[in-house]
């Protein structure tokens, strides 16, 4: 999605005096990177939310696990609201009827196996409870992004994160960025003063129109919305939540805290199922004169760009580190990574176990989660949102929660709402 043509990607872009250090511990090979060898171990694996990006999920994992020595990984459960989905893995993975489970509690069956690493890749609006009942149960997570679509679903990820945390267990994002070696180094480099103190910046995720689904005769509501999640934003959290937090989340980790506010517009204008917006165009206020402009589009035929940049008070930057523009003289360690992030992130989060060495971004996606959250309702209402309206007790949008909820899924009591009804910013407020 990422436009090449004006924004390179790859390497990070710096001038002489940006000094780079290989670290001893990694030798690279063919783009890959071998690691030193780790202790002897197994580890069994499952997968929740059998779709594209799951099975995905699932073979990055695997290959992953070649980068770790002594691992072996095993695939031992899969979980789908529906079994169609579940028939291609579980001949791929030659797992048994008794270990693939299907429906509205198919994860909690999942939980109840052996499964030690649970990978999660369901719609968003069901990941607060799934990774709550998952950190409940013992179990190391990776879950996708983002991670929730109304405050008290991010609020209860950051919390089960702290849980983890407590147990031992570790917690990777699907926010790849993250994992991703120029995305990293250009992190490093900007925590260091390559640029100053950021100042300002813009962010982007505009590009083509997704997928969608129309109601079939007969269909329930709840197999209507989950065959057709991105379009509703009880399910997703509208695009600015599901596609967007990439960006959002470079910002905040680049700043190094979420926003205070947001002020905001946006409208849908080519969408026929659902109910999201086509377009976002945000304010978010970091405090202290800091404001990073966000803008998502999800309309075909229109001009794409994919990427973030930031203006400092003694430099620039892309946020992959493309033009930087810094008159600093800084050692930016190498960061080994696999030429995939996708690789990368499974990469981390298996040696993080066998290490026994946690890691944990509940918080990271939670707060990035939370933070698009707050653009569209910004977006959606008109009205400036506070973060304190969304995550202290009180607050105008503390409790918030978007129905049909995951609850409500459980529980066989979704009603979808009406296609095509979007909100109007001012009158919804
Ligand atoms: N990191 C990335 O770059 C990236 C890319 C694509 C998708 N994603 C994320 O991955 C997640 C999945 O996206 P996808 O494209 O695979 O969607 P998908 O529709 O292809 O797959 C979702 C699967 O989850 C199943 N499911 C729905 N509700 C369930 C429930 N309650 N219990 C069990 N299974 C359930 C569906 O039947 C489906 O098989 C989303 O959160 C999305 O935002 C991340």
């Known amino acids: 999605m990422n436009d090449k043509s004006e924004i390179k990607t790859g390497e990070v872009s710096r001038r002489d005096f940006i000094k780079t250090s290989v670290t001893a511990a990694a030798a690279l090979a063919g783009g890959n990177v071998i690691f030193a060898a780790s202790a002897k171990r197994k580890l069994k694996v499952a997968l929740l939310g059998c779709g594209g990006r799951g099975k995905g999920a699932l073979a990055n994992c695997l290959e992953a696990a070649r980068f770790v020595n002594g691992l072996e990984l095993e695939v031992v459960g899969l979980a789908d609201w529906f079994e169609d989905r579940i028939k291609e893995p579980a001949g791929q993975y030659n797992i048994p009827a008794?270990?693939?489970?299907?429906?509205?509690?198919?994860?909690?069956?999942?939980?109840?196996?052996?499964?030690?690493?649970?990978?999660?890749?369901?719609?968003?609006?069901?990941?607060?409870?799934?990774?709550?009942?998952?950190?409940?149960?013992?179990?190391?997570v990776f879950m996708e992004k983002p991670v929730a679509v109304d405050p008290p679903g991010g609020r209860k990820i950051i919390e089960a994160g702290e849980t983890a945390q407590t147990k031992g267990l570790s917690v990777v994002a699907g926010t790849q960025r993250r994992?991703?070696?120029?995305?990293?180094?250009?992190?490093?480099?900007?925590?260091?003063?390559?640029?100053?103190?950021?100042?300002?910046?813009?962010?982007?995720?505009?590009?083509?129109?997704?997928?969608?689904?129309?109601?079939?005769?007969?269909?329930?509501?709840?197999?209507?919305?989950?065959?057709?999640w991105v379009s509703f934003t009880e399910m997703s959290g509208d695009h600015i939540v599901e596609q967007h937090v990439h960006n959002i989340d470079i910002a905040n980790w680049f700043i190094g805290h979420p926003p205070v506010r947001a002020l905001g517009f946006g409208g849908r204008a080519r969408r026929r199922t659902g109910n999201q917006f086509d377009f976002h165009s945000v304010q978010f206020d970091y405090d202290?004169?800091?404001?990073?402009?966000?803008?998502?589009?999800?309309?075909?035929?229109?001009?794409?760009?994919?990427?973030?940049?930031?203006?400092?008070?003694?430099?620039?930057?892309?946020?992959?580190?493309?033009n930087m523009d810094s008159s600093k003289?800084?050692?930016?360690?190498?960061?080994?990574?696999?030429?995939?992030?996708?690789?990368?992130?499974?990469?981390?989060?298996?040696?993080?176990?066998?290490?026994?060495?946690?890691?944990?971004?509940?918080?990271?996606?939670?707060?990035?989660?939370?933070?698009?959250?707050?653009?569209?309702?910004?977006?959606?209402?008109?009205?400036?949102?506070?973060?304190?309206?969304?995550?202290?007790?009180?607050?105008?949008?503390?409790?918030?929660?978007?129905?049909?909820?995951?609850?409500?899924?459980?529980?066989?009591?979704?009603?979808?709402?009406?296609?095509d009804v979007a909100p109007i910013p001012g009158r919804d407020a």
Request: negative net charge.
């Open 98 to 140: 008794s270990r693939c489970f299907t429906g509205a509690d198919a994860y909690r069956k999942l939980l109840e196996t052996d499964v030690e690493v649970v990978l999660m890749a369901t719609p968003p609006n069901f990941r607060p409870v799934h990774f709550e009942a998952a950190i409940k149960a013992g179990k190391h």
């Open 288 to 322: 202290d004169d800091l404001h990073i402009h966000s803008m998502c589009r999800q309309i075909n035929g229109c001009y794409n760009r994919v990427s973030e940049h930031f203006i400092g008070s003694e430099g620039a930057t892309w946020g992959d580190g493309s």
């Open 329 to 419: 003289s800084i050692e930016i360690p190498d960061f080994p990574s696999h030429k995939d992030p996708y690789v990368q992130e499974h990469i981390d989060l298996l040696r993080s176990i066998v290490d026994e060495k946690p890691i944990n971004e509940a918080r990271n996606v939670g707060e990035s989660t939370l933070t698009a959250i707050m653009g569209r309702i910004a977006t959606y209402t008109g009205q400036i949102v506070r973060w304190s309206d969304l995550t202290k007790e009180g607050g105008q949008w503390y409790d918030l929660i978007l129905r049909p909820s995951a609850a409500d899924f459980e529980e066989g009591n979704v009603t979808a709402p009406p296609d």
């Open 179 to 228: 994992h991703q070696r120029n995305y990293l180094r250009t992190a490093y480099a900007v925590e260091h003063g390559a640029i100053g103190k950021i100042r300002g910046g813009c962010i982007w995720w505009c590009g083509g129109a997704l997928w969608y689904n129309t109601k079939n005769p007969n269909e329930s509501d709840a197999d209507y919305m989950i065959r057709n």
